[in-house]
């Protein structure tokens, strides 16, 4: 079956923009997790979703950054006010449950680039 | 200084060659432990899974884990080209999120 998607996969934005990322777990899965990964990095935690509400957004760097799921399927992670700081690979992934023995399963990612 | 420690490489071995790639952690809440491959522009997909200590092996993969030292091993046997990517460890407690090293490069020349 089809894996996790992300749509887009580039976004070039200038400092100051908003920014909407979207991810496309796998069908069925409840958990969503979103990462962000810095050239030469592991993916940094960011948030997980089970179902429709964010059960652990500890990982989100400041207000700029949003992120919601209000059918419990697709994904969109919103940037205010870009920096280019905010410049990385952002990666969604999705698992069957949440639980600790699942999988994670990621996209491919959104390499996000702000001038 | 951060939670998960790992070299990043690059590491170049022949075809052939065992590839040998660690990390050290300083959680010792750490339960889970991964290794998950990236290729260039492509999401993590993971190769192993173990929890606490001891061995595990799939094919050509062993994974180990000494909680004692906090110390993470992966082994890849008859190193081929196509396993020419980054390898990143990942660990977890049992409520907490993932927690990954930086990655290590590795490329397997022919």
């Known amino acids: 079956g089809a894996g996790v998607s992300q749509t887009p996969s580039n976004k070039v934005t200038e400092k100051g923009k908003y920014v909407e990322l979207r991810c496309d777990p796998i069908?069925?899965?409840?958990?969503l997790y979103w990462y962000r990964q810095s050239l030469g990095q592991g993916p940094e935690f960011l948030i997980y979703f089970q179902g429709t509400g964010a059960a652990d957004d500890s990982g989100l760097p400041n207000d700029r950054f949003f992120a919601v799921r209000p059918e419990g399927s697709v994904s969109t992670l919103k940037i205010q006010r870009t920096e280019r700081g905010d410049s990385a690979v952002y990666l969604c992934?999705?698992?069957?449950?949440?639980?600790?023995?699942?999988?994670?399963?990621f996209g491919p990612g959104t390499r996000l680039t702000v001038l | 200084q951060k939670e998960v420690e790992q070299d990043p490489g690059p590491l170049s071995v022949p075809e052939g060659a065992i590839v040998s790639l660690n990390c050290t952690y300083s959680?010792?809440?750490?339960?889970?432990f991964m290794w998950y491959r990236q290729y260039s522009r492509k999401g993590p997909e993971l190769l192993m899974y173990t929890y606490s200590s001891g061995n595990k092996e799939d094919g050509r993969f062993t994974a180990q884990v000494d909680k004692s030292s906090k110390y993470i091993s992966l082994f890849i046997r008859d190193s081929q080209p196509s396993d020419s990517a980054t390898y990143l460890c990942a660990m977890r407690n049992s409520w907490g999120k993932l927690q990954f090293g930086a990655g290590t490069q590795v490329v397997v020349t022919p």
């Open positions: 069908s069925g899965h409840t958990a």
């Open positions: 992934a999705s698992s069957p449950a949440g639980s600790v023995g699942d999988e994670q399963f």
């Open positions: 959680n010792s809440a750490f339960q889970y």
